[in-house]
C-alpha cells in the first residue's frame, strides 16, 4: 500500500537528516563476522560513510551491550547489538551573498528563479556557502521566509546542482504554508505542473508512457538512489519529443518531456534508467555511457564529453499564487550547453 507522501520539499532526501536526531540500533549478523566494525556498521548504515562512523566511534557515540567501544578496528562479533548516538545537526545560519539570479517573477509573496546548472540549492555538508539560498537572502533580505529552517529559508522545492530551470520560493511564512502544501498534495486537489526536458541514451518505442516504481536509498552506494520494493512510491509521466539517429541510421538518443507526479530525489534520472533510457550525461545512473559515446559524430561527442551534468532542465512549472489563487505557468528555454547538444545531435555531427 502506497504511504501518502507528507513532506513538501520536492526531490529532497530526509533520511540523514532523520537519522541525525535519532539513535540508532545494529545487531550485526553472521555476514559481518570477523570484519572490521566501522565496515560491518557501514553496511546497515549507507547513509553514513566509514570516515564518518570512524569519527563517531572515536568520539565514544558507539556502545555495544550499553558499554562504549572506541575502536573501529575491532573484529565485529555475529549477534552483537550495537547502538549508535548520533548528534544534533548543527544550525549554520547562511550568509548573504552577492551571486546573480535570473529572476522570472516576483512579488511580495514569491519569487521565481531559473536556477544555472552548478548551482547549489541550500547550504548542505560539502556546499556551505555559494547556493541559491545565499543568494535569496541577499536579493530578498529579512523578507525571506524561515520556515523551510534555517538552512532552507522559503524553499518550497529543489533542483539537483546540476539540474537546471524554474524553481519558485516564498517570501513570507504565509505564502510558504500554502506553497508549501500544494507540493506535498503533489496536484491531487489544486492545480499543480512541473515539467521537465531531458535527453536520454535510446529511443524509446513508445510515444508515452509512466514509470511507477518506489524509490528508496541505495542499499550499498550512499550518494545513490534506487528502485525497491520497500521505497516510497514515485511516478513519472513521460512523452518522446524528438529521435535522434547516428551516422549509420540507427537510434541513439531521445528528447523527452517528464512531469513529475511525485517529487523524489533523483527521480526522473533513476526512473529513466530503470526503463533502460539514462540520461546524457549523468555519471551516477548512465553506465553504459561511454559506449554509446563511441556512435556519436565528433561534434556531439565533444557536446557531450564536455557537457559535465546530466542533461535535465525544469522547462515548465505552474502553481495557485498562495495569496491571489490565480494560477501561475512559467517556461524556461533551454539553456545553451542543452540547446546545443539538440543542434549536434540533430544534425548528426
Known sequence: MRAPMDEPLDEVDEIAADMAETRVDITVGPEDEGQRLDRALARHLPELSRTRLQALIAEGRLARDGVPVTNGSAKATA???????????????????????????????????????????????????????????????????????????????????????????????????????????????????RAYVAFVWGVPELPSGTVDAPLARHSTSREKIAVRQEGRFAITHWSRLRAFEDAQGRPIAAKVECQLETGRTHQIRVHMAHIGHALIGDSLYGSSQRTRVTRLGPEARTMVETLHRQALHAARLGFEHPATGEFLLFESDLPP??????????DGR
Open 337 to 346: 550547453d542543452l540547446a546545443a547538444l539538440e543542434q549536434a545531435l540533430a
Open 79 to 193: 549477534g552483537a547489538r550495537y547502538t549508535l548516538e548520533l548528534p544534533e545537526p548543527e544550525a549554520a545560519e547562511p550568509v548573504a551573498q552577492d551571486i546573480p539570479l535570473t529572476i522570472v517573477y516576483e512579488d511580495d509573496h514569491l519569487i521565481v528563479v531559473d536556477k544555472p546548472a552548478g548551482l547549489v540549492v541550500h547550504p548542505a555538508p560539502g556546499n556551505a556557502d555559494g547556493t541559491l539560498v545565499n543568494a535569496l537572502l541577499h536579493h530578498c533580505g529579512a523578507s525571506l521566509s524561515g520556515i523551510g529552517g534555517v538552512r532552507r529559508p522559503g524553499i518550497v522545492h529543489r533542483l539537483d546542482k546540476d539540474t537546471s530551470g524554474l524553481l519558485v520560493v516564498a517570501k513570507n511564512d504565509r505564502a510558504h504554508k500554502r506553497l508549501a502544501a500544494q507540493f506535498a498534495d503533489h496536484g491531487r486537489t489544486g492545480p499543480l505542473e
